[in-house]
């Protein structure tokens, strides 16, 4: 495929953890031959036995792990599952890309490779290396959503009567400060609220002495007298 490269094999300098040969490769279904696959700290590399080959960066993988379901393929495998398209399949993406861009701006491209060792006993090292390796690159947007947006709060410099104090209002002092439009919204908002524990207390005309001792200041509880044998069957859990 045109993917594969000739380039040198990852060593001791980029951190190689494990080094496995006799290891079939097979991309999105289709065999790529058998070489030698490199875990290395700063890349995941296989290579043929021509020198041909290619290498994943860490954060274009998504995910890794031991595939025993024979089901799924008759070979127990180290999966691994990379966000990007090669060989054939990237060179038709261009065109799709470019007739589907707008619909399909939020797709991001999948690619499946399997790596079967002749030595299946080797998957677990492999799959150990794996993680360790994908822990020295840790997804940047992770990273970003650790990070804290607003102003921090200076306590030493507000104690010593520098830097903007927070300014607080009583209910009536921010009822003050409102526009007539978030007035009217707040009216709106506590009519809803009103409206919403009333009818918790109040259904189908059936009131409680609770509701009434404890709602009957200021809130408007229904009385209407209930009709015969409306709720005679209903077993009620005390």
Not at 13 to 36: I, S
């Amino acid at each position: 495929m045109s993917f594969l490269k000739s380039f040198p094999p990852p060593g001791s300098a980029e951190g190689l953890r494990q080094q496995q040969p006799e290891t079939e490769a097979v991309l999105n279904g289709k065999g790529l031959g058998t070489g030698t696959l490199y875990i290395a700290e700063s890349r995941l590399s296989w290579l043929d036995g021509s020198g041909l080959g290619f290498s994943l960066e860490y954060p274009t993988i998504s995910l890794h792990a031991v595939s025993r379901d024979l089901n799924a393929y008759p070979r127990e495998h180290l999966y691994v599952m990379v966000n990007a398209k090669f060989g054939e399949e990237s060179k038709e993406s261009v065109a799709e890309e470019e007739e589907e861009e707008d619909s399909d701006d939020d797709v991001e491209p999948i690619a499946e490779f399997r790596f079967v060792p002749s030595d299946k006993s080797a998957l677990e090292a492999m799959f150990t290396a794996m993680c360790e390796c994908q822990a020295l690159h840790p997804d940047p947007e992770d990273e970003d959503s650790d990070d804290y947006d607003g102003e921090e709060y200076d306590v030493e410099a507000h104690e010593q009567g520098q830097g903007d104090i927070p300014t607080f209002y009583t209910y009536e002092e921010g009822l003050s400060h409102l526009t007539a439009e978030g007035q009217a919204t707040l009216e709106r908002l506590e009519g809803m609220l009103s409206q919403s524990v009333s009818s918790q207390y109040n259904m189908a005309g059936v009131r409680t002495e609770d509701s009434v001792r404890d709602y009957e200041d200021g809130m408007e509880v229904d009385t209407t007298p209930t009709v015969a044998g409306q709720f005679e069957d209903a077993d009620v859990d005390h």
